[in-house]
C-alpha cells in the first residue's frame, strides 16, 4: 500500500492497532502529547509527528483512538484544515453517533472522506490482528480503508451510514455490561446457595449460561478490580441512554448493568 498512514491515540487498545500497521509494512505517522512513547514506532520505521497538523498534512489515512467525543473533536480540529482532499479520517474511539455526523459534514466540506470504525476485543485482539471493527460510511471510503482495517482486524463490516458503526458498538458494549451485571447477580445467587465460587465458575463457562462478561467477571477478586474498564463501560451505557431515551431495550440493559458498574466504578 502506497498511502502514507497516520494515528493518533496509541494507548492501551490504540497502540497495538498502529504496532500492527507498521508491521504490516505500511507507511506510518504517529503523534501523542507524550512524544517518549512514540520511540516503540519510530524503532520500527514510523515517522513520528511534532504536531497533529504535521501528521494530518502528509497523510492520505488517519485513525484515531481517543477516549471520548471531546478528545476527538479537539484533533480534528487540527486535522481537517490541513489533510488533503480525497484523504480520510477514521475514529475508532466510542462516541455519539450525531458527533461523526457532525464530523461528516465538517470532513465534506474540506472533501475529505470520514469513517466511524469502533473496535472490540481490546488489547489482546488488536495485538493478535483480531479485533472487531464496526464500520459507518461510504462504500468507497470503506472500500479503500479495508486495507488498514485489516492488520489489526479480522471481522471488518460496513454497516450503513456514518453513526451506524457507533450504534453497534455502543449496544456491544451495553451488552457487556448487562452481562457482567448479570455474572455478579448469579455468583451472590450461588454463593447463597452454598455453590463454590471456582467450580461455579467452571460449570457455568462449559454450559448454556455462559458469555464473554461471566468469564470476565469470574476471574476478578472482587467488581472493584475492574476499576481501569469500569468508567468506559459507564460512559457507553450513557452514551445508549442519551441515543434511546425512553426505549424498552436501553433501559433494560442499563437495568441489568447498573450494579456491577455502581461497584467496580471508583467513587
Not at 471520548?68 to 475508532?92: C, E, G, W
Not at 479495508?146 to 479480522?154: D, E, I
Not at 458503526?165 to 455474572?183: D, V
Not at 457455568?204 to 463501560?233: K, Q, W
Amino acid at each position: 500500500m502506497s498511502e502514507t498512514i497516520g494515528f493518533i491515540g496509541v494507548g492501551s487498545q490504540g497502540g497495538p492497532m498502529a504496532h500492527r500497521i507498521v508491521d504490516a509494512g505500511m507507511k506510518l505517522v504517529v503523534w501523542a502529547r507524550r512524544p517518549e512513547v512514540l520511540e516503540a514506532y519510530t524503532a520500527k520505521g514510523a515517522q513520528a509527528a511534532a504536531t497533529v497538523a504535521e501528521l494530518g498534512a502528509q497523510c492520505d489515512h488517519v485513525g484515531i483512538c481517543v477516549v471520548n467525543d471531546a478528545d476527538v473533536f479537539s484533533i480534528t480540529d487540527q486535522l481537517i484544515p490541513v489533510m488533503k482532499p480525497d484523504s480520510r479520517i477514521a475514529v475508532h474511539s466510542t462516541v455519539l453517533p450525531e458527533s461523526v455526523a457532525e464530523l461528516e459534514r465538517q470532513c465534506a466540506e474540506r472533501g475529505i472522506a470520514l469513517i466511524d470504525a469502533p473496535v472490540s476485543g481490546g488489547s489482546p485482539a488488536a495485538e493478535a490482528g483480531t479485533l472487531t471493527v464496526m464500520c459507518g460510511g461510504r462504500q468507497e471510503a470503506f472500500d479503500v480503508a479495508l486495507p488498514v482495517f485489516r492488520t489489526f482486524g479480522k471481522l471488518v463490516v460496513l454497516l450503513g451510514p456514518v453513526g451506524a458503526g457507533q450504534r453497534a458498538k455502543i449496544i456491544n458494549n451495553a451488552m457487556l455490561s448487562a452481562h457482567m451485571g448479570i455474572a455478579m447477580a448469579a455468583h451472590d445467587a450461588a454463593a447463597a446457595l452454598d455453590i463454590g465460587r471456582e467450580a461455579f465458575a467452571e460449570l457455568i463457562n462449559a454450559s448454556s449460561g455462559r458469555s464473554f462478561g461471566f468469564e470476565v467477571f469470574s476471574r476478578l477478586p472482587s467488581p472493584a478490580a475492574f476499576a481501569t474498564g469500569a468508567p468506559l463501560l459507564l460512559k457507553d451505557i450513557n452514551l445508549l441512554k442519551a441515543i434511546l431515551p425512553g426505549n424498552v431495550g436501553a433501559a433494560e440493559l442499563d437495568a441489568a448493568a447498573a450494579r456491577f458498574l455502581a461497584a467496580a466504578n471508583p467513587a
